[in-house]
Structures are given as C-alpha cells and as structure tokens.
C-alpha cells in the first residue's frame, strides 16, 4: 500500500499571517502545503489569489492546490506555475477532460475533486488524465466541518477502480480529517490526507502530522 502522505490545510491558518503558519508546517515535516482556492462562487467563501500562491512556492514546501472556483480558464493558467498538484472540481466545468488535459500541459500532476454528492462513475472516461482524485469528505467551503463516514465507500470504489485498470494514482481525502479516522482512510485506499483544524488546533503540529502518517502501521 502506498505510503501516506500529509498535506496540511492552510486554511485553518492566520489569515494575515500566513507565513509563518505555513514555515511551522514546513519545520513540521509536512509533506505538501494544501491551498484552497475559494472564488465565492463555486462555494460561498472567498479565499486567496495567485499572488498568495507565488509568496508560498518561495518556501520550497510543494504545493497542493484545491481550486474551488468556477472559472478553471482562468484560474489554471493563474495557480498551475507555483502547484506541484493542481485539483479541479468536476462539477466546476462541463468539459473536464479538456481541463485536466490543459492542467497536465501546464507541468502539474492532474486533480480532480468531487463533492460528497457526485457520484464518481466519471472516472473511467478521464483516467488517462488524472495523477490524484480528491473525495471531500464534508462539504467544500469551510475548515472543521465533521466527516462524512459513508465517503469512506467512495475511497475504497476509486482505489479498486484504477487498481483493476492496473493504474497508480494518488487517492486524496480532504475533510474532517484526524489522528482517529486516519487508519480507516488508508485501509480504503487513500494515501494522501487534508488536514486542517486537525493541525491546527493541535499544541504540537509535528506530532499532529506525525499522528496522521500513523495510519500507516503494519502496512508499510
Ligand atoms: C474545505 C477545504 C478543506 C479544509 C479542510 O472546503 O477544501 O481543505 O481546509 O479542513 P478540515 O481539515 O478542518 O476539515
Ligand atoms: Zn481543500
């Protein structure tokens, strides 16, 4: 099984100072720096702009960036120089395959997010353009929501998916995500974990994040 990876969401950081939140995740052992994009209109909150991104992608921790906007026209080209990753949400465009395809021409590894209600029967028609598949497990918009336990169907439905198709790709989960539900989440088949007020509200960030890659015990 894939080793987990930890990719703490700035969202539940100091708004106005960033930075440091974000080198304190650095000096953590984060493996990514997740960034959510919120334009207030795809969801109901209003977030950050490329620049924010570009000051980020100086810290040289690899960015994992969750566009919640509906103009991926815009925004791809705006955020793909500073993503390592670069997530779209499939009910965000109705060309999705044109849209992962232009994610992966501008260098980043392909995403694509869905909300808990979408069903992902889509998958097989773009698998040849996704490196990540991001399931929410609350509903985009805001950090500390609870987790959505009937996602944990959704993981397990993608992870075998593209194993029976004999691909890899990264399984992401994103929401209400902690120390307790981390194991049952790589048991479904996910590798890579969002975590947000999980980190944050924690008196010791490393031992937080150190607490989520604990999911992978006795599977290597
Ligand atoms: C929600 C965001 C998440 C959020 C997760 O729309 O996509 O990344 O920060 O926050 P927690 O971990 O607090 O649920
Ligand atoms: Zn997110």
């Given at each position: 099984m894939n080793k987990i990876l930890v990719s703490p969401s700035l969202l539940s950081a100091n708004p106005v100072d960033l930075m440091k939140d974000a080198a304190s995740l650095k000096e953590a052992g984060a493996d990514y720096l997740h960034l959510d994009i919120m334009d207030?209109?795809?969801?109901p909150n209003l977030t950050y702009g490329p620049k924010v991104a570009e000051g980020l992608f100086g810290l040289g921790v690899p960015l994992d960036i969750h566009l919640m906007v509906d103009c991926l026209e815009w925004a791809i080209p705006a955020f793909a120089p500073f993503a390592k990753i670069l997530t779209i949400h499939?009910?965000?465009?109705?060309h999705l395959h044109r849209a992962l395809q232009l994610v992966q021409s501008s260098g980043c590894r392909a995403g694509v997010a869905m909300n808990p209600?979408?069903?992902?029967?889509?998958l097989p028609c773009v698998m040849d353009n996704v490196d990540l598949v991001l399931i929410m497990t609350v509903n985009p918009g805001w950090g500390g929501q609870k987790f959505i336990a009937p996602m944990l169907e959704k993981v397990s439905w993608v992870r075998e998916m593209f194993s029976k198709a004999g691909k890899d790709v990264d399984v992401e989960v994103d929401g209400g995500v902690t120390g307790d539900n981390a194991r049952l989440l790589h048991e479904a088949g996910a590798n890579v974990l969002v975590a947000g007020n999980y980190v944050f509200s924690a008196k010791d960030r490393r031992q937080a994040i150190h607490s989520l890659r604990m999911g992978t015990i006795g599977h290597g």
């Open positions: 207030g209109h795809f969801v499939a009910e965000a465009t109705r209600a979408t069903p992902p029967d889509f």
